[in-house]
């Protein structure tokens, strides 16, 4: 997910905006709460009716980018919704000033009325699937065309992780 700290006209629809980027450390200390297999139903669309909300998160991560930041998220299966309520809810959740296990708390209730909002559509990208027994990709380059189609720079200090 693509997210500015500021609104442009031109990049509305391929990136999240308006927001305050939280710093990386409390990014980082919150998303480690919710990677791992646990229940998403706090981040399942409302609505949606999957046959279960288990999930195993392998990457939950925020990187900084010239202009913005990109938060990454692997994981063996997705839920209708879950990255833009997750996103939404890091989000809100440091808006709010909330201890980054703040985040676990909201899944943990295992309601989809304790997430923050979703955010907008227009920030997410769907940067690479794989199978099992295929090998890991390449991050780095999926930074760079993330990056590239949300008209950001290219990362300050790409990792592999």
């Known amino acids: 997910y693509a997210v500015a700290g500021a609104t442009s006209p031109f990049w509305a629809h391929r990136r999240g905006s308006g927001q305050t980027l939280p710093d990386a450390g409390w990014a980082g200390r919150a998303l480690a709460t919710v990677r791992g297999e646990q229940d998403f ?79 907008p559509p227009g920030g997410l990208y769907l940067a690479h699937v794989a199978y099992p027994g295929e090998p890991e990709p390449d991050m780095e380059q999926l930074h760079r065309r993330v990056c590239t189609l949300a008209g950001f720079g290219i990362p300050k200090t790409p990792e592999r992780r």
């Open 41 to 119: 139903a706090s981040f399942a669309k409302s609505g949606s009716n999957p046959r279960t909300t288990r999930c195993r998160l392998d990457v939950a991560r925020l990187d900084a980018v010239q202009g913005g930041a990109l938060v990454t998220v692997r994981a063996d299966r997705f839920l209708y919704g879950l990255v833009r309520a997750l996103v939404g809810s890091l989000f809100t959740a440091h808006r709010q000033g909330l201890a980054p296990e703040g985040l676990h708390d909201i899944l943990a209730r295992r309601n989809r009325g304790a997430a923050g909002e979703a955010a």
